[in-house]
């Protein structure tokens, strides 16, 4: 099953072609994941927002990987993209997080990608493993990694 | 009368002090201008989001003078920040768009701007005058400029 | 006496108008101030660079207030700006940083801006007073604050 | 032969956790890219800044594929970053360039990645192929693509 995270573009995305520049898909990318996985957030949160990151919490989530593959660039709209959001994989101390960006109506698909996310004990800066209830939380969301066209 | 308009924090407007850089306020400002100001906006967009702006538009919006005073350090927050946002002073080829930022539940101000807009024509390049339309829009939302508390 | 400082426009900085985005003025701004006073620079810092801010260090430097006029619009160049900054004002535990921006080969003056910036010790958040050292340090470049066209 | 290109990181590429936040590592990869292929810079810009690009060029360069793997956090350093790049391989209409980050002293890899890039016409937006004098200027940093840890 996949996450639809609406993610709004900013003005300031777009570079001077007037698409969103590269490196901005990819804080669109982390909104998507900031929403999708961690606690705290509004009463209609995500069931999935379980992680205890952020400031001051007791885990800190790292980037080990990343990949991404642009499809069609990204115009500046009003409306939010739909981030669909899924996990390729979960092992001891990381997860594989998988995206597909849509245009705000889904007639077009601008971009799929995927994040190797470690999870650290904030105290001791070291990896810690997947909880039980992480793991039963995200189970729901397990579908295949992104099938990437070109590598 | 104050136009509310929601704004979302993204956790890369933090930076290592851990609240919302300088900088990124600015930002946080541009979308909520964007969202009370530009036409072609969901179904829903203020009633004042008429400036055929934006890639490709008419008009360009450029920014002559911005002024803020910030009075709290702004965390991340999952809901949005609400902006206020009116209108303190319109003249010619410009207008002074106001701004008060507050917490998500309006529990605390964080900041206090204004922002000196100049329109100009997308063909040439060149200021061009209030429409008609635009101040009968944007009227209702004439306010005493913002107080800032020290200069 | 004022402090030139080099400061790289990136890429991204430019908005979709093809020109620094006005937010992304205040992080070129930062990053002079940061290279103007900050300690922990190359051998060849400015003898300015004296407090002891960034991450893990005894004192955080937060922005009260700002300010900026920008007289025209920054393309993207390949060499750095030329930033001239110095102080227009140190009071107890804050001092005003004024800028003025310049084309890399100085045939435009782009903007001009001014911080009030609060020293704060790192420990109990609370503000500190500006230390003997710093005062000595900084005195040779007092000037005139900046003077602002439209107010 | 891989070519070393010096890019500063700034303040506010922090995040909230103290560390380049991922989607400003590959803004520096931008910057590199920058410096090193398009044409237009400093008297020493390196012999390979040949592409046309930038605003009002007659080349855009599009992102088609970004792979990135970080191996260490980057905390903030006053001295810039050393970023190797070189080609992997370059095709009809584009070419993957490969990086290498590196402390300034080059004591520690930070990271490794990998962008294909394509070459449009600006005129008429559609891909072009890659110029003799391109691939004469470039063939020189041709070496192995990246070899990446994990994928």
């Known amino acids: 099953m996949r996450l639809p995270v609406p993610v709004q573009v900013r003005w300031s995305d777009l570079d001077a072609y007037g698409h969103v520049n590269n490196a901005a898909l990819l804080t669109l ?12 957030g509004p009463e209609d949160a995500p069931t999935t927002a379980i992680i205890d990151a952020g400031p001051g919490a007791s885990s800190l989530t790292v980037i080990a990987r990343q990949e991404s593959e642009y499809l069609g660039q990204i115009p500046h709209h009003r409306l939010p993209l ?39 004990d904030a105290a001791s800066g070291r990896p810690r493993r997947l909880t039980a209830e992480e793991r039963a939380a995200w189970e729901p969301y397990l579908e295949e990694p992104v099938a990437f066209r070109r590598r």
Chains 1, 2, 3, 4 share one sequence.
């Open 29 to 40: 990318l982390e909104e998507a994941r900031v929403t999708a996985f961690w606690a705290g």
């Open 82 to 120: 739909v981030v669909e959001i899924w996990i390729g994989r979960m092992s001891g101390a990381s997860m594989d997080v998988c995206y597909e960006v849509h245009a705000p109506d889904r007639s077009q698909v601008y971009a799929r990608a995927q994040t190797t996310v470690v999870m650290l």
